[in-house]
């Protein structure tokens, strides 16, 4: 989760996936693949060695799930097929 230094502090992005987007960015930041191994975190979600936790790769499927919803018409008038 984001944290934030002071208490009114907000993201300057305001689109719909950015607190997502935020979130995937702190998990990567602060999982072992980027402190200890030294890798980008775009390179750490390519990696299926199990070195990113599993809360950052549901992070990345909710990411990809909030984007496609953008442009997808029947989930956006719809919701979600069952």
Do not use: W
Request: glycine share 2%; aromatic share 4%; with cysteine.
């Amino acid at each position: 989760m984001m944290r934030y230094e002071l208490e009114n502090e907000q993201l300057k992005d305001k689109s719909r996936c950015a607190h997502v987007r935020a979130n995937l960015k702190m998990c990567l930041l602060e999982s072992d693949c980027c402190k200890i191994q030294r890798k980008t975190p775009k390179e750490c979600l390519n990696m299926k060695d199990g070195s990113v936790p599993q809360e950052c790769q549901a992070l990345s499927l909710l990411l990809y799930d909030c984007k496609r919803s953008i442009i997808d018409a029947r989930r956006r008038f719809r919701g979600p097929k069952q």
